[in-house]
Nanobody
Framework: QVQLVESGGGLVQAGGSLRLSCAAS????????MGWFRQAPGKEREFVAV????????YYGDSVKGRFTISRDAARNTVYLQMNSLKPEDTAVYSC??????????????????WGQGTQVTVSS
């Protein structure tokens, strides 16, 4: 079992930055693939980023590419999402997710077994 707890959300002006954290506990964290998803009111959940640790590969959603960076601190069992140049359309609840390494589609939220409770990010114009 893996438990995930996000933190770092809040209110920021457009153009600003935030760093989200996702602390993991439970089973071996270092081998898991860690992803970030977001969901805005009235919209479907959207893939943001994934860190495929075992393959040393990271992927990003098109809407955040070049602005967001996912990283992992294995010693702290924590994955981060650094968000720069934030836009009002980035406003959403951000959730981290975990799964065992797999070739399954990384953008599909249904492919992730463990989820955090989410943290609100609000970007004002």
């Amino acid at each position: 079992q893996v438990q995930l707890v996000e933190s770092g959300g809040g209110l920021v002006q457009a153009g600003g930055s935030l760093r989200l954290s996702c602390a993991a506990s439970g089973r071996t964290f270092s081998s898991y693939e860690m992803g970030w998803f977001r969901q805005a009111p009235g919209k479907e959940r959207e893939f943001v980023a994934v860190d495929k640790w075992s393959a040393s590969i990271r992927y990003y959603g098109d809407s955040v590419k070049g602005r967001f960076t996912i990283s992992r601190d294995a010693a702290r069992n924590t994955v981060y999402l650094q968000m720069n140049s934030l836009k009002p359309e980035d406003t959403a609840v951000y959730s981290c997710a975990a799964r065992e390494p797999t070739y399954a589609e990384y953008k599909d939220a249904r492919r992730y077994k463990y989820w955090g409770q989410g943290t609100q990010v609000t970007v004002s114009s």
